[in-house]
């Protein structure tokens, strides 16, 4: 098998494991609306999805982590974009990285819509919600850090740059989220413009 099609495989796997991964998201934000939280099991969200609850276990540890989200797709955008552009500046990948999220956020507009309304009815998820994106924000800073040369722990400047592209992301997504008019590629560029300027 040549490096090509290996490289093929993995991203053909990587998309079925996203799809997998959004599939149950929205199969337990479905459910919990229809029925409420408490009312929904792990074996209805495998079955709304169409896989088993075996699979269920491999992508999520509770049907909280899985209503809430995970910033997975965040990540994985962050990661794949700092391993692609070694030699570009910092700023310049995570812009990027940004606008390639912005299209997962663009077609889940409606699952985030749900999933910010169970958050207000349902107070007792934040603390899986603020737990998943901590996780997520350390993955990033991990990335960051391999992509620097750097210890994640030794350094500061990895925790940092996790921080601030995760709250640029929280805030450019939720303004857009709130009825904004303006286009959400603008909102991300507005975002990192001022960044850049020192604010």
């Not at 053909?12 to 609306?33: D, M, S, V």
């Not at 999220?101 to 999933?115: C, I, N, P, S």
């Not at 309304?117 to 997520?136: D, G, K, T, V, Y």
Request: aromatic content about 4%; hydrophobic content about 45%; proline content about 2%.
């Amino acid at each position: 098998m040549t490096t090509t099609h290996v490289t093929a495989g993995a991203g053909l796997r990587e998309r079925k494991k996203r799809a997998t991964r959004r599939a149950l998201r929205g199969a337990a934000l479905r459910l919990a609306a229809a029925h409420g939280v408490d009312q929904v099991t792990v074996e209805a969200i495998g079955q709304e999805a169409g896989v088993s609850t075996r699979t269920f276990f491999n992508y999520f540890g509770s049907k909280e982590e899985a209503l809430v989200g995970d910033g997975a797709e965040l990540q994985c955008r962050i990661s794949a974009a700092l391993e692609a552009a070694s030699d570009q500046p910092l700023l310049s990948i995570l812009r990027r990285a940004l606008h390639d999220a912005a299209v997962d956020v663009v077609d889940m507009r409606e699952e985030m819509l749900l999933r910010k309304r169970l958050l207000s009815e349902c107070p007792a998820l934040l603390p899986q919600h603020m737990a998943n994106f901590a996780a997520a924000e350390r993955a990033i800073a991990e990335a960051v850090a391999e992509h620097l040369g750097v210890g994640v722990e030794s350094e500061l400047r990895p925790k940092l740059v996790a921080a601030t592209v995760t709250t640029v992301a929280r805030v450019t997504f939720q303004h857009w989220h709130g009825g904004s008019d303006a286009e959400l590629d603008a909102l991300i560029d507005e975002a990192f413009d001022r960044l850049q300027l020192g604010l």
